[in-house]
């Protein structure tokens, strides 16, 4: 079973929908929990943390079910500048290594 | 201020040769982390680089080997390259205070082994 896995895509979606991706792990000594964005042929960057309370930043949703061991992201208003490929991460120890998952893509269209 | 730096950008290389990729980190930053991800993957966690030494390593075989100077500055090193080596190598790299939240992610290089 891998560490990290995510919904299989990619998402095609028109521009202003609402779409969701999910994401489970193994392990449930994880710690830390992001959603990187990774554009074609370009490197990962941080999107934002999720946390149990759930976080919120302008149409992003990021939630973490610790009980589940599940994290979600929901993108609202969908942007054509949002297609992109999205990875799940997780860190099982304080500032050590970042696992992945395959990540999910998708496609907004106008 | 720079961000994470890596060369070569792009590689081509032939299958039993040995490659050296190069990174800098941010400014300010003490901790090297290097990634592979291959096509349609996430990118895999090879090793971290702190003060000189490898600290923590992944599922990789030996074949990886890798340097941290007292610069902060990293090399990675592949031997006896294989097809599937083929892939994007990542170095990320963050500053002690800024814990797990502060991993800077360099553009990559491309290595294609034919």
């Known amino acids: 079973r891998k560490e990290v896995e995510q919904d299989p895509g990619p998402f095609n979606v028109p521009e202003g929908a609402t779409v969701a991706f999910n994401c489970t792990y193994s392990?449930?000594?994880?710690?830390?929990f992001f959603w990187y964005r990774q554009d074609c042929r370009k490197e990962p960057k941080l999107l934002m943390s999720?946390?149990?309370s759930g976080n919120e930043d302008g149409r992003f949703t990021a939630q973490l079910n610790r009980a589940s061991q599940y994290i979600s992201l929901l993108i609202r208003d969908s942007k054509l500048s949002d297609s992109a490929t999205y990875l799940c991460?997780?860190?099982?120890?304080?500032?050590?290594?970042?696992?992945f998952g395959a990540g999910t893509i998708l496609r907004v269209k106008s | 201020d720079a961000g994470v730096t890596q060369s070569p950008t792009h590689l081509i290389k032939t299958r039993g040769q040995q490659v050296t990729l190069r990174c800098s980190p941010k400014?300010?930053?003490?901790?090297v982390s290097w990634y592979q991800q291959a096509l349609g993957q996430g990118p895999q966690f090879i090793f971290q680089?702190?003060?000189?030494?490898?600290?923590q390593r992944g599922n990789f075989p030996d074949r990886f080997s890798g340097h941290q100077f007292p610069n902060y500055s990293s090399e990675l090193n592949v031997n006896a390259l294989l097809l599937g080596d083929s892939a994007l190598y990542l170095c990320?790299?963050?500053?002690?205070?800024?814990?797990?939240?502060?991993?800077?992610f360099g553009s990559g290089t491309r290595l294609t082994v034919v």
């Open positions: 999720v946390y149990s």
């Open positions: 392990n449930s000594a994880s710690q830390s």
């Open positions: 680089y702190y003060e000189e030494e490898e600290r």
């Open positions: 990320a790299s963050r500053s002690p205070g800024q814990g797990t939240y502060g991993y800077t």
């Open positions: 400014s300010g930053h003490d901790t």
């Open positions: 991460v997780v860190i099982m120890e304080y500032g050590n290594k970042l696992v």
